[in-house]
């Protein structure tokens, strides 16, 4: 075997290894969600703190993520990566072993921080071991893939350690993999830094864009019991939107900004960070609403839920292996527009679930469908984030296209919860007692799909305008042309 085959199949290794962290980091948004009862109970937590095990994740793992790329590019893509790791194995650790409920908070709290700092820079490693173009097309199919099915396998996963093996598992089986691939990076991974080792640290900034953004999502978790319109939540708002402010004063002064804001000329760039805003709207509300409707609605236990959503999965991987050759062949904007566009006719499908149907009828057709759309939209827009960025900027740019998928995520949940509530809560009020529950609350997903196809549609939209077309056209030819050459070549 030649040198350069010998590369070309460590670089591939390498990826697994990468797509194997970054799974267990999407595995972990979803994977407590069925596990939620049976850890009321074993803990004793009363309802209104239950949240916070999957909120204390969230909020930290969205405030931090853009420290996170900007520490991969400063300190060091592998070393960071490795750092992230092994602080989430230990959190996992600790989550199984929490004996109470705020131990498991603190955890999941540290595995977001944990999350945060591995993710971006897995992404940058990625970005910087594929040259740009076919082979990093196909690398970003497999890392489109884990993102996009991450979400349904954690239900999944979820269901069966929670039925077999106990709740604690899904925090334990997260120990092993990231330890082991700690191990493992130095061996398949070379160390890469921006090269900027001397511009020092903008700990200001850095200050002021973490706590701006953990606030935020911290004010969009938990507006729905404390009310949109109550004091704390309009305090919290304004709050983080000074913090946010002072961050581009900061920055805009600064001699090393934490964020050069010359990367946002980068049209695409910004286009992909708004597209993948609105897609994250969409996706985390869509897991979170068919979970709620087959287990309150269709009377699923955990590990059926679970099982049920194995085609969503599996129709996500198939699909984004495919995406990334059409990204190839057609270019990203193309590709990412009708994968937005077949979600949000999957989602407007899922609006007619009934109070009296049934998986087969109301869950299965919509799922494969939106399956389908995801692998298209999730791939394009990572291609598109990182695209024509320079490695000094790979970090950064992981950290932004992760930072708006979350941000999203937590600002599309918040919103269409409280409407689906909202609309729930009237229909009781009007009487009916137990038997008119299925029907309210089914009313209230109706509309909860509804508003994430209107994301759906809002990502295309912003897509086609932001997105250049140009830029996409000269990505496929050059990656066409990449793809003729000689494979060790």
């Known amino acids: 075997m030649t040198e350069a085959q010998t590369a070309y199949r460590r670089r591939w290794i390498a990826l697994g290894l990468l797509a194997a962290a970054q799974f267990i980091v999407v595995l972990d948004a979803s994977i407590v969600n069925v596990a939620l009862p049976s850890i009321g109970r074993s803990l004793g937590f009363s309802q209104e703190n239950l949240a916070w095990v999957v909120n204390a994740y969230v909020l930290v793992f969205g405030g931090f993520l853009?420290?996170?790329?900007?520490?991969?590019?400063?300190?060091?893509?592998?070393?960071?990566f490795m750092g992230g790791l092994t602080l989430f194995a230990l959190a996992s650790l600790a989550g199984g072993l929490a004996e109470t409920e705020g131990q498991l908070?603190?955890?999941r709290a540290v595995q977001g921080l944990g999350a945060a700092i591995l993710s971006p820079a897995a992404l940058s490693i990625l970005t910087n071991t594929f040259r740009e173009g076919a082979e990093r097309n196909k690398a970003m199919g497999v890392w489109g893939a884990v993102a996009g099915s991450g979400g349904a396998a954690g239900v999944l996963l979820g269901g069966v350690l929670t039925e077999s093996l106990g709740w604690e598992w899904i925090f334990w089986v997260n120990v092993p993999i990231a330890l082991g691939a700690a191990l493992l990076a130095p061996a398949l991974v070379a160390e890469s830094r921006s090269g900027a080792e001397g511009q020092g640290f903008d700990v200001a900034g850095a200050v002021s864009v973490t706590a701006g953004l953990s606030i935020f999502v911290y004010a969009l978790v938990d507006a729905e019991s404390a009310g949109w319109g109550s004091a704390q939540t309009l305090s919290l708002f304004a709050v983080s939107l000074a913090l946010l402010a002072a961050f581009v004063v900061i920055e805009l002064r600064a001699k090393a900004p934490l964020v050069p804001f010359s990367i946002f000329r980068l049209r695409t760039l910004t286009g992909a960070n708004v597209s993948a805003l609105f897609i994250g709207a969409g996706m985390f509300a869509m897991f979170f609403f068919i979970s709620l409707y087959m287990q309150q609605v269709l009377g699923f236990d955990a590990l059926e839920a679970g099982?049920?959503?194995?085609?969503l999965a599996v129709g996500i991987i198939v699909s984004a292996g495919l995406?990334?050759?059409l990204v190839t062949r057609f270019g990203y904007k193309p590709v990412l527009l009708t994968g937005l566009l077949v979600v949000a006719?999957?989602?407007v499908w899922f609006a007619q679930v009934s109070a009296?149907?049934?998986?087969?009828?109301d869950v299965l057709g919509p799922a494969l469908v939106v399956a389908v759309g995801m692998g298209f939209a999730f791939v394009?827009?990572?291609?598109?984030?990182?695209?024509?960025v320079g490695e000094r900027e790979s970090g950064l740019a992981s950290g932004l296209i992760n930072t708006s998928q979350q941000v999203g995520g937590a600002l599309g949940l918040a919103v269409l919860a409280t409407i689906?509530?909202?609309?729930?809560n009237d229909l009781l009020a009007e009487g009916g007692g137990q038997a008119a529950v299925p029907a309210a609350l089914t009313e209230g997903f109706q509309l909860a799909f509804y508003g994430a196809a209107a994301f759906a549609i809002g990502g295309a939209l912003l897509a086609a305008v932001l997105i250049r077309g140009a830029d996409s056209r000269a990505h496929a030819a050059a990656a066409r042309a990449e793809g003729a050459e000689p494979v060790a070549a």
């Open 380 to 388: 394009p827009v990572m291609i598109a984030a990182v695209s024509g």
């Open 105 to 107: 908070i603190a955890a």
């Open 356 to 361: 009296g149907g049934s998986y087969a009828a």
């Open 307 to 311: 099982l049920s959503y194995l085609p």
């Open 345 to 347: 006719t999957g989602l």
């Open 323 to 325: 995406a990334s050759q």
């Open 420 to 424: 689906a509530n909202a609309k729930t």
């Open 66 to 80: 853009l420290l996170g790329g900007r520490m991969a590019d400063l300190l060091g893509r592998r070393r960071v």
